[in-house]
């Protein structure tokens, strides 16, 4: 695909116009010896809305790909646009609140802070974020009535089942209405009617928030969910299909 300039490009082909543009991005951990190259040039556009599945053994790079457009880690190679916004190359945009305040991480494991409620866990990145009083606490109660643990707010992590758990982990990647949704095998300690609300959960959000979400899973009864799926491979992305609503 090659930009064209007699092409009247419509607004979402320019990189203004996707949530996610990713050229030749790579990355090379360690050296020396020890030197492993995760990803060999990875081209990606996800657009607002979007809702994909990445798949692919393990090893394949699939979480250094979620770290890269997650800005927690920095490529060795290549271009990121995030929101329009060129994060390398220019003038850096600042990261950190743009994780804070436009991402939204979920993991297999929780990753629940052990001292703070449920409540509090879900209340913290709009903490950070600047978000305070009644306008943050009704946020986290809708939240948590949309998860459906609410009555279970005022309890610990370590009070709190595994699903539970992955619920408050999940609210709380939700709670600043993030353009980005990056989740890594976050249904993997969930049983499939779980795992399957869980997906259609974080695509009602995708489609009513517009946000973008990209799911790394080895679930294949989850692609029933979603629009489209990508296969990575050794560092590449092997294929990306349209998933079959039929098959
Ligand atoms: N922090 C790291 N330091 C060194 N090598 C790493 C690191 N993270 C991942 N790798 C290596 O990069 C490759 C891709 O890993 P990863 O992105 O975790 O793949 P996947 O999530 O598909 O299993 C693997 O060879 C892995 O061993
Ligand atoms: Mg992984």
Known sequence: MSANQST????????????????????????????????????????????LIIMGPSGSGKTTLLTL????????TGR?????????GGVPPD???????EMGFIFQAP?????????????????LAGVRGEEAQNRVSQLLEY?????RAAQYPNQLSGGEQQRVAIARALANNPRIILADEPTASLDTDRALAVVRLLRRISRENAAAV???THDHRLLTEVDEVIEMEDGRIAS???VDPEA
């Open 214 to 216: 990209l799911l790394v």
């Open 8 to 51: 009247a490009a419509a607004p979402i082909d320019t990189p203004e116009g996707f949530a996610i543009l990713a050229e030749g991005l790579g990355k090379v951990y360690g050296q020396g010896a020890s030197r492993v190259e995760a990803l060999k040039g990875i081209d990606l556009t996800v657009r607002p809305g979007d809702f």
């Open 147 to 151: 998860f459906e643990i609410a009555e």
């Open 69 to 76: 457009l997650g800005l927690v880690n920095e490529p060795t």
């Open 240 to 242: 990306r299909k349209k």
């Open 95 to 101: 990261l950190a609140r743009m994780r804070r305040e």
């Open 80 to 88: 990121l646009v995030l929101g329009g916004r060129e994060i390398y």
């Open 111 to 127: 990753n629940l802070i052990p001292f703070l409620t449920a409540r509090e866990n879900v209340l913290l990145p709009l903490s």
